[in-house]
């Protein structure tokens, strides 16, 4: 029989663990942003050694599976004397998983500003720094904001992986509550309840921030 009364009991441990898995994720994604930005900068320039590099990394990291990406960072790190704890490196490894997406995001927003934008940019002198910083980042993330928002809460969703390496989020908690209580059906309907709100809350904000945009452009 469904027991009502394990979920009321477990709810405040599970989200106090959905915070961990929110700062883990955005924390992800806001260091992947950076990365994908300089590889989408990269794989845009004329350099060729830029361009191949770009193309490698975005090759790797989309193409191997997450959980395998995890388990190579969790053992490999150590044989390179890198004893980080389990956090950091899934981190990380979550933040060059997202890092590869957000690239190949932000290089369909690069190519859609308008060249003549970048040509009156530098004819008044802003340095290529500048224009990539001040003009170019901004105007990809209005552009491609809906996919940067979906990207977030795949990664919010991708970031329940984490727990095969021993870091406590809401996934690995989940499993040791239902493993303690022998209730996992009630235990895995309200941590999947939960992750449904998070990603609402984040698709809404984004909603938000987007009309925001466009009340913006009209004017």
Sequence with gaps: MFNTEIIVKSLPMLLQASVWTVVYSLTSVAIGFCIGTLMCAAGLSS????????????????????LVQLLISYYCLPLIGLNVPSSVAAVGTLALCTGAYI????????????PGLIEAARMVGLSRAQILTRIEVPMAVRFTLPALVNETTMMVKASSLISVVGVLELTRLAQNIATSTFQPLEIYLTAGAI???????????????EGRFKAETAR
Excluded at 52 to 65: I, Q
Excluded at 103 to 114: D, K, M, N, S, T
Excluded at 195 to 208: D, E, P, W
Aim: proline share 4%; aromatic share 14%; net charge positive.
């Design 47 to 66: 350099s060729r050694l830029g361009r191949g590099v770009a193309a490698f990394y975005v090759s790797f990291f989309r193409g191997v599976p997450l």
């Design 195 to 209: 992750y449904f709100v998070i990603n609402a809350v984040i698709s809404s904000a984004g909603t938000l921030v």
């Design 103 to 114: 690239a190949e995001i932000l290089r369909g927003g690069f190519l859609g500003i308008p």
